[in-house]
């Protein structure tokens, strides 16, 4: 497990069932952004291209957020992988909505959720 | 004149600042809490754009944020300078940081969240003026 901390942000990863679960605290902006793509990047790097993004202690997620995890989505797909979402945040889900990246991602409620989904289209 | 106006270095880590300081305003002002996380949101892509354009351009000049209300609406105008093909309006170099959104999608994410939204070139620059209604006995005209 890896931890990172900053002031308006915290990541933090660990395994589960074989996929990477990525845990996202505090705000996603254009500042703390390139702190996510870094983790993300560094994961691929790494052979993890089953990723999940638990988002449900994310207070804020801008447009350049929302660019980062498009880019994390790209990289994974590149290796035949997937990147899920969790979040149940009404205020997070409606920059999902408005961008149409509702049809991107896939969004789940629960970690279990978005582990089972993947388990089932494999 | 402005209730609140705001300058700021363009640098990443004061738009959340700006975001701040601007839902702060906002709330005092009597915008009703159910559209406090689109004005949050509005304003700092707003700002976030317009650090973007000043760093490519004139990473001296501050970037301006100036909040009011009037006439039972709550205003934000964020103000950037340059040109419009670099700052403002025309097609925007896709950062070296590997954002992949798109140029305009921050415009597009305001467009879709504030009540009312006007985009302008100024002599100086750009301008991104965006309202919400106010709710309450503030919106009769009581002063912030």
Same mark, same amino acid.
């Given at each position: 497990m890896a931890q990172e901390e900053s002031v308006d942000l915290k990541l933090d990863h660990h395994n589960k069932d074989g996929i990477e679960i990525v845990d996202v605290e505090g705000e996603i902006d254009v500042y703390t952004a390139p702190r996510l793509r870094e983790l993300l990047i560094d994961l691929v790097n790494n052979g993890h291209y089953q990723l999940v993004v638990n988002m449900?202690?994310?207070e804020f997620l801008d447009s350049t957020g929302l660019g980062v995890l498009v880019g994390g989505l790209k990289r994974v797909r590149a290796h035949d992988g997937s990147l899920d979402l969790v979040c149940t945040q009404e205020r997070i889900l409606k920059i999902f909505r408005i961008t149409g990246l509702t049809k991107v991602f896939g969004i789940h409620d629960t970690v279990d959720e978005a582990i089972a989904h993947r388990k089932s289209e494999k | 004149m402005a209730t609140v106006e705001v300058t700021f270095t $363009? !640098? /990443? /880590?004061?738009v959340r600042t700006a975001r701040l300081v601007a839902t702060a305003v906002a709330r005092r002002s009597g915008v009703a809490e159910s559209l406090m996380d689109e004005v949050r949101l509005a304003v700092g892509e707003a700002c976030s754009r317009a650090v973007e354009a000043h760093a490519r351009q004139c990473p001296d000049e501050p970037v301006r944020v100036a909040l009011s209300s009037r006439e039972g609406r709550f205003e934000i105008e964020v103000i950037n300078t340059g040109n419009a093909s670099a700052a403002g309006l025309g097609p925007v170099p896709k950062p070296a940081d590997g954002n !992949?959104? $798109? $140029?305009g999608f921050a415009l597009a994410v305001i467009a879709g969240l504030a009540d009312d939204v006007q985009i302008s070139e100024t002599d100086t620059g750009t301008s991104v003026k965006m309202s919400w209604p106010l709710s309450g006995s503030l919106a009769a005209g009581s002063p912030a």
């Amino acid at each position: 497990m890896a931890q990172e901390e900053s002031v308006d942000l915290k990541l933090d990863h660990h395994n589960k069932d074989g996929i990477e679960i990525v845990d996202v605290e505090g705000e996603i902006d254009v500042y703390t952004a390139p702190r996510l793509r870094e983790l993300l990047i560094d994961l691929v790097n790494n052979g993890h291209y089953q990723l999940v993004v638990n988002m449900e202690k994310v207070e804020f997620l801008d447009s350049t957020g929302l660019g980062v995890l498009v880019g994390g989505l790209k990289r994974v797909r590149a290796h035949d992988g997937s990147l899920d979402l969790v979040c149940t945040q009404e205020r997070i889900l409606k920059i999902f909505r408005i961008t149409g990246l509702t049809k991107v991602f896939g969004i789940h409620d629960t970690v279990d959720e978005a582990i089972a989904h993947r388990k089932s289209e494999k | 004149m402005a209730t609140v106006e705001v300058t700021f270095t $363009p !640098l /990443a /880590a004061h738009v959340r600042t700006a975001r701040l300081v601007a839902t702060a305003v906002a709330r005092r002002s009597g915008v009703a809490e159910s559209l406090m996380d689109e004005v949050r949101l509005a304003v700092g892509e707003a700002c976030s754009r317009a650090v973007e354009a000043h760093a490519r351009q004139c990473p001296d000049e501050p970037v301006r944020v100036a909040l009011s209300s009037r006439e039972g609406r709550f205003e934000i105008e964020v103000i950037n300078t340059g040109n419009a093909s670099a700052a403002g309006l025309g097609p925007v170099p896709k950062p070296a940081d590997g954002n !992949l959104m $798109p $140029p305009g999608f921050a415009l597009a994410v305001i467009a879709g969240l504030a009540d009312d939204v006007q985009i302008s070139e100024t002599d100086t620059g750009t301008s991104v003026k965006m309202s919400w209604p106010l709710s309450g006995s503030l919106a009769a005209g009581s002063p912030a």
